[in-house]
């Protein structure tokens, strides 16, 4: 019962990702319709959907402490990062997606399917473990992986980003949602019920708008002549093998307890963050990629997480 548990929330977004499919292969989408979701996703979800995550789950000295304990998957989230970099390089991996590919490497969906496999495996004590780890990777993903997206294409044929440019992709909308949240909870600031309620309906909106596009990506492309190509595999591999192991090596480093250790090697393991392929769509790079990585992820950890559940 308790594996079952833990993949409901697994086979509960690859459900709605087929929702979407079915409504693209029906015609319900057309091109420019289908570039509405990631925007709205961006602008309007994303950034409510963080700042409601942030005073729903931290006060401040909470948060406080949380950043002392957020320096292990900090680090893991670098090494992680910097190790798909390199092998990215060494590979040659196509410029279009070679950020997206550093990103899907190193960050996971922490909180969608993070939060039910934890809870099933570990029980409601892992719930602050599990928060800390997204708060570490949401402000790895929002600066770092969010820049690098953004920069995917340079040297293809489109002109290099100026700086300003680059400040504006790092405090993006989703990154200024975050950091509001972030000032809310420091200075203890209580906002009134009708924007806490309006800013928890749009964020509500962020998790199915983006599976739903992501199924929408999937039908414009021909699945039939899909084949599973290096930087594919090499992503894959990233996501769901070194990340879990880079966190296992790090955990005798660090005096944490020892649940913690293992709450970090389950969040570590799991699939790729579904942000990434809408911020690969908002920015035109390589949306299918994106779509993908996502997908096989999702369907592989299906595998991968009951491995690491019997290891744990």
Same mark, same amino acid.
């Given at each position: 019962m308790v594996f079952l548990h833990a993949l409901g929330g697994i086979f /509960?977004?690859? $459900? @709605?990702?087929?929702? /979407?499919?079915?409504?693209?292969?029906k015609g319900w989408f057309s091109t420019e319709s289908q570039m509405l979701l990631p925007r709205l996703v961006t602008y309007v979800a994303l950034p409510p959907f963080l700042m409601c995550t942030l005073l729903q789950s931290f006060d401040r000295d909470h948060l406080l402490h949380m950043l002392y304990g957020a320096l292990l998957p900090?680090?893991?989230l670098v090494i992680t990062f910097s190790l798909a970099w390199v092998v990215g390089r060494i590979a040659h991996v196509?410029?279009?997606?070679?950020?997206?590919? #550093?990103? #899907? @490497?190193? &960050?996971? &969906?922490?909180?969608?399917? /993070?939060?039910?496999? &934890?809870?099933?495996?570990? /029980?409601?004590?892992s719930l602050p473990y599990v928060l800390l780890y997204y708060f570490a990777s949401t402000i790895f993903f929002w600066t770092v992986g969010n820049y690098a997206i953004s920069s995917d294409g340079c040297g293809d044929g489109r002109e290099r980003t100026r700086l300003c440019d680059n400040i504006r992709h790092i405090f993006s909308p989703p990154m200024l949602g975050f950091l509001t949240g972030l000032a809310l909870v420091m200075f203890k600031v209580d906002l009134p019920r009708f924007l806490l309620d309006a800013a928890k309906y749009l964020g509500n909106l962020t998790t199915p708008?983006?599976?739903?596009?992501?199924?929408?990506? $999937? *039908?414009? +492309?021909?699945? %039939?002549?899909?084949?599973?190509? %290096?930087?594919?595999?090499?992503?894959?591999?990233? %996501?769901?093998? @070194? =990340?879990?192991?880079? @966190? $296992?090596?790090?955990?005798?480093?660090?005096?944490?307890?020892e649940l913690m250790?293992?709450?970090?090697? +389950? *969040?570590? =393991?799991?699939?790729?963050? +579904? *942000?990434?392929?809408?911020l690969s769509a908002y920015y035109r790079t390589d949306p299918e990629f994106g779509a993908l990585m996502v997908s096989l992820s999702t369907l592989l950890s299906a595998l991968t997480i009951p491995i690491y559940m019997t290891l744990l």
């Open positions: /509960g977004l690859l $459900l @709605v990702v087929a929702v /979407g499919y079915a409504l693209a292969w900090f680090t893991s196509q410029r279009k997606h070679f950020g997206l590919f #550093c990103a #899907c @490497v190193s &960050n996971s &969906n922490t909180i969608f399917v /993070g939060i039910p496999v &934890n809870l099933a495996l570990f /029980g409601e004590e708008l983006a599976l739903l596009f992501i199924g929408v990506t $999937l *039908q414009t +492309m021909d699945l %039939r002549r899909l084949k599973l190509d %290096r930087d594919l595999v090499l992503a894959l591999v990233g %996501r769901l093998v @070194v =990340s879990p192991l880079v @966190v $296992l090596l790090l955990v005798p480093l660090f005096p944490i307890p250790g293992k709450v970090f090697i +389950m *969040q570590a =393991s799991l699939p790729v963050l +579904m *942000q990434a392929a809408i």
